[in-house]
């Protein structure tokens, strides 16, 4: 079993920045590769970003591409998203999740989830 747990969500104005981060318990965190999702009222889960256990690869969605960046620390078994240039758009709840599948962009192969945190960019 892993547990995740999201913070770093808010209300931030266009353009501005948040920093999410993702700490894991459990099971050994180093060896799986770790995803950031997103959800808006009325639209399915998206794919944002994942990063491999070396933190040497990353993916990115083609919606946040340039703006987000996802980084690991294995040492505190944590993931972050740098988020910048924020757009209401980007308004959602973002979920960290972790799957033993090597840089899976996708929701189905993600097995384990956190309960999400919060993020609303206002116009």
């Known amino acids: 079993q892993v547990q995740l747990v999201e913070s770093g969500g808010g209300l931030v104005q266009a353009g501005g920045s948040l920093r999410l981060s993702c700490v894991a318990s459990?099971?050994?965190?180093?060896?799986?590769?770790m995803g950031w999702f997103r959800q808006a009222p009325g639209k399915e889960r998206e794919f944002i970003a994942a990063?491999?256990?070396?933190?040497?690869?990353?993916y990115n969605g083609d919606a946040v591409k340039g703006r987000f960046t996802i980084s690991r620390d294995n040492a505190k078994n944590t993931v972050y998203l740098q988020m910048n240039s924020l757009k209401p758009e980007d308004t959602a709840l973002y979920y960290c999740?972790?799957?033993?599948?090597?840089?899976?962009?996708?929701?189905?192969?993600?097995?384990?989830w956190g309960q999400g945190t919060q993020v609303t960019v206002s116009s």
């Open positions: 990063i491999s256990w070396s933190g040497l690869r990353t």
């Open positions: 459990g099971r050994t965190f180093s060896t799986d590769t």
């Open positions: 999740a972790s799957t033993r599948a090597r840089g899976s962009t996708l929701y189905g192969e993600y097995h384990y």
